[in-house]
């Protein structure tokens, strides 16, 4: 086993020293973007102002003919990007694709200052982490690179799924993980034809009604991921790194986009993917804390001096552990109100 101390030296000669913490930037959507079509390229420069996070995708999503042009129009618009206004990630192609090697390679060389985080799909342990890691030391000296490149997993493949913990943990560059639903489904064998979302068939039925056999029995649909996103939460808030829902493939239901996103929310997730403008909004909607629960959570903490004892509130008891939770709200909030002027007024904390 690798020794405890040597977990933060960097991985060559030259390469900047791996950062000790995640920084916590918002990044509550991510928002999808294919590199070589002109039309989402020249989108770029208004989306900045609306995403926290534009990616370049290289990966699934792309047409096989166009993964040069989207490889090298990454480059290009890099070049030019602003940093400060949203972040830059890139997802690039697979580790066992034609792909792989010459994305990263350009990418550090060309574009190695201006990118934030690297998406690696597909993951299957903390093995490809640590071949990514490498890889990424190397280059980062040969570039002369100063600042760390982070690294994000998709979560979406069975083996991920077992071994998530140790890849949240596999490296200092791990910033987050993001669940990767449609692979995941293909993956595990899952008998859905969707990306993400809920699916009518897996539900609950209420018994039947004993004076009446053939009475209508209510049903509930249940939460497929519910599983996955919990597995993901609790690996990655253990290993300090951040936790995202990923796709919504059905752009026209903004409605069950928004719920999707609530429930991944709720559970801890920091934001989700977003793949067409539409669902920008839903996802600052959701993945920024309501403006009535910031007002709820100052009262708590207001009324619970040093947090210690019990006290009641409209009739809630609220003790040590509430404080905790509204500490995390008010917290996640200043982080938001930073980056979002009409929430930092709605939110008007000091
Ligand atoms: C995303 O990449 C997914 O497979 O859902
Ligand atoms: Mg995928």
């Known amino acids: 086993m690798k020794l405890p101390r040597d977990f933060f030296r960097p ?12 920084p916590f930037r918002p990044s509550r959507m991510i928002h999808f973007f294919d590199p070589s079509n002109p039309k989402m390229v020249a989108k770029v420069p208004e989306l900045a102002g609306k995403a926290d996070v534009l990616l370049g995708n290289l990966e699934d999503g792309v047409q096989t003919e166009k993964k040069v042009a989207a490889r090298e129009g990454l480059c290009e618009l890099a070049r030019s990007f602003v940093p400060g206004q949203a972040q830059l990630w890139t997802r690039v192609n697979a580790l066992n694709s034609p792909w792989f090697l010459d994305d990263l390679l ?94 009518p068939g897996y539900l609950v039925r ?28 609790d690996a990655c808030t253990a290993n300090g790194i951040l936790p995202y829902y990923g796709p919504f493939g059905d752009i026209a239901d903004l409605v069950a986009c928004e719920d999707q996103f609530r ?12 793949l067409h403008p539409n669902q920008l909004a839903v996802a600052r909607r959701v993945f920024s804390p309501p403006a009535e629960d910031v007002t709820w959570a100052k009262r708590v903490v207001a009324s619970m001096g040093d ?30 109100a930073e980056r979002d002027p009409e929430l930092r007024a709605a939110y008007a904390l000091d």
């Open 263 to 274: 429930n991944a929310f709720l559970m801890g997730c920091v934001g989700a993917w977003s």
């Open 11 to 22: 991985l060559a000669i030259g390469a900047p020293e791996p950062l000790r913490e995640i």
């Open 106 to 199: 350009r990418l550090v060389a060309d574009a190695g200052d201006q990118i934030d985080v690297i998406m690696i799909p597909k993951v299957e342990g903390p093995w490809d982490i640590h071949f990514v890691d490498q890889l990424l030391a190397q280059l980062e000296a040969k570039h002369g690179l100063r600042r760390p490149l982070l690294l994000h997993a998709i979560l979406e493949t069975a083996s991920g799924v077992n071994h998530v913990e140790a890849i949240c943990a596999a490296s200092p560059r791990m910033q987050g993980i993001s669940l990767g639903p449609a692979d995941l489904a293909a993956s595990r064998r899952m008998k859905t034809t969707r990306v993400g979302g809920g699916h």
């Open 307 to 336: 947090g210690s004892g019990a006290v009641m509130l409209d009739g809630k008891m609220q003790d040590d552990a509430t404080v905790k939770q509204c500490r995390v709200m008010l917290d996640y909030a200043r982080t938001i």
């Open 206 to 233: 209420a018994d039947p009604d004993p004076a009446d056999a053939a009475a209508p029995r209510a049903t509930a649909q249940q939460d497929l991921w519910h599983y996955t996103i919990a597995r993901m939460v």
